[in-house]
């Protein structure tokens, strides 16, 4: 599941909805200063060519606008328009970088600085949002972007895995603002850490009550109810899973929660789930751990005292077991395992070798994933693996 990119997805690209502002506002800017007619001509053909040519020919027309009016005010307009004009995303952050560092006077920086830290989310380059974002905040400390660099500069430090860091900033921005809106995201992004450091347990469920009772309002509750409703769907708890993915459908039908949410009620009407209510109380809060980093599983009670499963890992870091947890869980039996020195996945329950092969051959095949067929001794309440050669 691909959750908001929090936030991605933490939230992904849609995760902000309508927070993120349209990327060509400075199409509809007009410069402060005057120019030469010529210019002014050129300039505004160039502005309607940006509308209606292809990446190649606007290109073109923009170097020769460049080369015929080197000393033009209009020039960081131009490379700015260039730059949001490009298709390469590498060469995009070096176009709206120049524009950054070279005019300093421009006001259209602000827009380039916020539109290399956009690419850089969107393409998972964390270390260089971290960079982007502090320099993005220390320029433009009052500027109309300023939010969403402060999102995803918290984006970063998360992906990063530094939560201390991402939990200090988001205190500065609870401290500075009752806006719903943002609100709701920065409770979102604490919801997220709680999940990344105590799995589905008490912090995450207490993050996700406050959200889903206290921010109907904000734009990003479609996503609110999705995380509670997987949540549940993870606890196997398939009644609230089913009443909190029906609502998503009927309240927000056109959203795309919504299409998840049908996706996740067909793997889940094999349980046969009844309506129910599933905003969890202060009960509910008590009665789940404080931890869940190690969720333990079920064996089945047929299931063989010896049986051989897929394993996959280690992975030293729990983002990326989760991400490919996330991939793999409509697998049968399929279990996340944090050992002393990372974590595991571990897929099946097969009572010969041949069954596993079948799982790990597939595994190569859809996913290019090599896992090894592993025994597992049950001993009582505990589980003994040991790597089959």
Request: hydrophobic share 40%; glycine share 4%.
């Amino acid at each position: 599941m691909k959750l908001m990119k929090f936030g991605g997805q933490l939230f992904s690209a849609e995760r902000l909805g309508k927070l993120i502002l349209p990327i060509f506002f400075v199409l509809l800017c007009i410069p402060s200063y005057s120019s030469n007619g010529q210019e002014d001509i050129a300039f505004r053909a160039l502005q309607k060519s940006f509308k209606v040519k292809d990446k190649d020919e606007f290109d073109k027309e923009g170097s020769l606008f460049l080369k015929n009016f080197p000393k033009s005010n209009y020039v960081p307009d131009v490379r700015l328009l260039l730059a949001d004009k490009e298709t390469d995303v590498e060469l995009a952050v070096k176009k709206y970088s120049a524009v950054v560092s070279n005019y300093s006077g421009f006001a259209g920086r602000e827009y380039a600085q916020y539109r290399i830290c956009q690419i850089l989310d969107l393409i998972s380059k964390w270390k260089d949002l971290k960079n982007e974002t502090v320099k993005a905040i220390k320029l433009f400390p009052a500027g109309r972007y300023i939010n969403e660099f402060r999102f995803m500069h918290i984006t970063s430090l998360i992906m990063l895995e530094e939560y201390k860091n991402a939990k200090e900033e988001i205190i500065k921005i609870t401290e500075n603002t009752r806006e719903l809106e943002t609100l709701s995201v920065v409770i979102s992004y604490l919801a997220e850490i709680e999940k990344k450091t105590g799995g589905n347990a008490r912090g995450y469920l207490n993050n996700l009550r406050e959200l889903a009772a206290g921010f109907k309002k904000s734009e990003i509750y479609p996503s609110i109810l999705f995380r509670l409703a997987f949540f549940y769907d993870e606890k196997k708890d398939y009644d609230k899973a089913f009443s909190a993915y029906s609502d998503i459908i009927k309240m927000f039908p056109d959203s795309p929660e919504a299409a998840m949410s049908g996706r996740e009620i067909e793997k889940i009407k094999k349980f046969n789930p009844k309506k129910t209510a599933y905003i969890p109380d202060i009960q509910a809060i008590k009665n789940t751990d404080n931890i869940d980093l190690s969720p333990e599983y079920d064996i089945k009670k047929d299931t063989a005292a010896n049986f051989f499963s897929v394993a996959i890992g280690p992975f030293t870091k729990l983002k990326d077991a989760d991400n490919v947890f996330r991939l793999l869980r409509d697998y049968d039996s399929a279990r996340k395992i944090k050992l002393s020195h990372g974590y595991m996945i571990y897929l099946g329950e097969y009572r010969d070798t041949d069954s596993a092969l079948e799982t790990r051959i597939r595994l190569a095949e859809e996913y290019g994933i090599n896992g090894n067929i592993v025994r597992v001794s049950v001993q009582g309440t505990k589980s003994y693996i040991y790597e089959d050669r």
